[in-house]
């Protein structure tokens, strides 16, 4: 998070605190902001539905880190769940036709002509429907998420 992210971060604190109908003080809630720092705010404010619907009360630093996790793996799930229809709305990249590779040609010493060759297109690591052909998931989360990490260990309630 930005210094700018605070009041969006304050926001999200008071929906939590709201919901646990629990006050915290300052201090506390700048010892969250300390500990959250390295969470992206729209994780973070994706994360606080996850929270109001698993908890009923106040959530510690850890839950909260797991929420972030849980909000990234669906954001992810959504994105690699859309592949544009080619047919209807034309290829994704124009330049490799959604291919993936780039059709060209280089000199070639030995045969002292031009020779057809290719090259790896840019639009791979983005393109929906190159990733959907391969059947995997650009970026795909580790297991154990990104956000909650092995530095803390979540007590149940």
């Excluded at 999200?12 to 809630?29: T, V, Y």
Aim: charge should be neutral.
């Amino acid at each position: 998070m930005q210094a700018t992210d605070y009041d969006e971060f304050a926001r999200g604190i008071a929906k939590l605190m709201l919901h646990a109908d629990k006050r915290l003080s300052e201090a506390r809630i700048e010892l969250y902001w300390d500990r959250l720092s390295d969470v992206p705010i729209r994780t973070f404010e994706a994360a606080i539905p996850i929270l109001i619907e698993q908890l009923n009360g106040f959530p510690k630093v850890p839950q909260i880190r797991k929420a972030c996790d849980e909000a990234e793996r669906r954001r992810q799930w959504r994105a690699d769940q859309y592949v544009p229809d080619v047919d209807r709305e034309g290829p994704f990249c124009v330049v490799c036709n959604d291919t993936g590779w780039v059709p060209g040609v280089t000199w070639a010493e030995s045969y002292r002509a031009e020779v057809p060759c290719v090259r790896i297109c840019a639009c791979r690591a983005g393109n929906p429907v190159y990733r959907a052909k391969l059947g995997q998931a650009a970026n795909a989360l580790k297991p154990e998420g990104k956000y909650a990490g092995t530095l803390f260990t979540v007590r149940s309630d």
